[in-house]
């Protein structure tokens, strides 16, 4: 089992739609969550970071931790077609481990 | 501000050679990991340098090995080259002291091993 899972997509919604992007973790010591947006053949993008269980939410984008449950979200409100990209999570422990990412789903959203 | 950069954006190696990427870490940043990121795939991590020294290690082997200098730049070598490290490598900054520990990526290298 890999530390970090997502479904992979790809996932297409319509313009306008409320988009739900998920993932599981294995590690209960994974404290720190993020979420990174990929364009195509470019670098992640930090979009959103929480720490512990919680919600956050800036702008459009609003991410969940369930630490009890090991599930982490990202909702994405009002997709406008610029959201089209690959969204990895990523999980990270206490001071002095390395990031663990998910393969990232791709999303596409459909003018 | 400057953020993550990296050099060169493409590079064209073939099996068995040798290459080096650089990478200057976001300003005011001291940390620098490193990740291969195959097609399709979210970034593994390679190795993170602080202050100069290897801090920690993914499971890559020592074929790729990496240096911080000073002025907290960083380099990744990877040697005998397969056709397999053909990827995407990616370089983040950070800051290892600070609770948050959030990673900037740069735009990463892409190398294509024929």
């Known amino acids: 089992q890999k530390e970090v899972e997502q479904d992979p997509g790809p996932l297409s919604v319509p313009e306008g739609a409320i988009v739900s992007l998920n993932c599981t973790y294995s590690n209960s010591a994974f404290q720190y969550f993020m979420w990174y947006r990929q364009y195509s053949r470019k670098g992640p993008e930090l979009l959103m970071y929480?720490?512990?269980?919680g919600n956050k939410e800036d702008g459009r984008f609003t991410a969940q931790v369930d630490k009890s449950s090991k599930y982490i979200s990202l909702f994405i409100r009002d997709s406008q077609p610029s959201d089209s990209a690959t969204y990895l999570c990523a999980c990270l422990g206490n001071y002095g481990q390395n990031f663990v990412f998910g393969p990232g789903t791709r999303l596409s959203v459909l003018p | 501000d400057a953020g993550v950069t990296q050099s060169p954006t493409h590079l064209i190696k073939t099996r068995g050679q040798q290459v080096t990427l650089r990478c200057s870490p976001k300003s005011g940043h001291d940390t620098v990991s490193w990740y291969q990121q195959a097609l399709g795939q979210g970034p593994q991590f390679i190795f993170q340098?602080?202050?100069?020294?290897?801090?920690q290690r993914g499971n890559f082997p020592d074929r790729f090995s990496g240096h911080q200098f000073p002025n907290y730049s960083s380099e990744l070598n990877v040697n005998a080259l397969l056709l397999g490290d053909s990827a995407l490598y990616l370089c983040a900054s950070s800051f290892p002291v600070r609770s948050d520990n959030e990673q900037f990526f740069g735009p990463g290298t892409r190398l294509t091993v024929l």
């Open positions: 340098y602080y202050e100069e020294e290897e801090r």
């Open positions: 929480t720490y512990s269980s």
